[in-house]
């Protein structure tokens, strides 16, 4: 099977600009979640979506949203972009079950850098 | 609350020999652990987990890790190092039959391992 991919892998904004990210899941994971690192904070929860629902959600400001297809393809979205956005924006797919063991397998990541 | 700590930032060892990466943690109730690592400008890569069982865990490229409930640890353990383990290494956390954060994983820090020839 092919792996998560996402798009772009890089990408240059400058502040106050907005930014949208896309994930495409492992063929029929049905959940993806997103994550961003930075060398600072280390790898922070953004949200997950499974089913086209946000069942789960990170503390971040509300510039930070996103959203997920019928084909549980992914796209995030960061409005009014600020300096400390600058980061590598990690995706991960996994086929859930409820107790929450299944395995999150990521994609290579966005990095981006806002000037 | 639910915390991972690995408490090294680097650990270097020579080729050959056996490494270790320490990783507490910190979760009510039977944790699932996980162990990741990232290679330079790469998304994280699964090396294996522990759900319930044998406390030794066997993942890919030769690594394992023991799980150890009485010291809420996960440690990951190689017994010969190679130069090509050189990476950042990730251990992470996720709480069971939590329907509220079911998915999230909770990260550490990360060990930066490098393996000198």
Redesign the interface.
């Known amino acids: 099977k092919a792996g998560?991919t996402?798009t772009p892998r890089y990408l240059i904004k400058t502040r106050g600009q907005q930014v949208t990210l896309s994930c495409s899941p492992i063929s029929g994971h049905r959940?993806v979640?997103w994550?961003q690192q930075t060398p600072g904070q280390?790898?922070q929860?953004l949200f997950?979506y499974?089913s086209e629902t946000q069942?789960?959600k990170?503390n971040f400001p509300g510039r930070f949203s996103g959203r997920q297809f019928s084909n549980s393809r992914s796209e995030m979205n960061v409005s009014t972009l600020e300096l400390g956005d600058s980061a590598l924006y990690?995706c991960?797919s996994?086929h859930?079950r409820?107790?929450?063991?299944e395995?999150?397998?990521?994609?290579?990541?966005t990095?981006l850098l806002v000037l | 609350a639910q915390s991972v700590a690995q408490p090294e930032d680097q650990v270097n060892v020579a080729e050959g020999n056996p490494l270790t990466v320490k990783c507490t943690y910190s979760v009510s109730g039977n944790p699932y652990l996980f162990w990741y690592v990232q290679y330079p400008n790469r998304g994280l890569q699964f090396l294996l987990k522990y759900i319930t069982g044998d406390n030794l865990v066997k993942g890919s490229y030769g690594f394992e890790a023991e799980f150890n409930k009485s010291q809420t640890s996960f440690h990951l353990k190689k017994p010969s190092a190679l130069v090509s383990d050189s990476a950042l290494y990730f251990c992470a956390v996720r709480e069971p039959d939590r329907g509220s954060t079911l998915g999230r994983l909770y990260f550490g820090r990360g060990t930066q391992l490098t393996v000198w020839p």
């Open positions: 998560v996402q959940s979640s994550y280390g790898l929860f997950e499974f069942r789960n990170g990690l991960a996994s859930p409820t107790s929450g063991e395995t999150q397998y990521f994609g290579p990541g990095r």
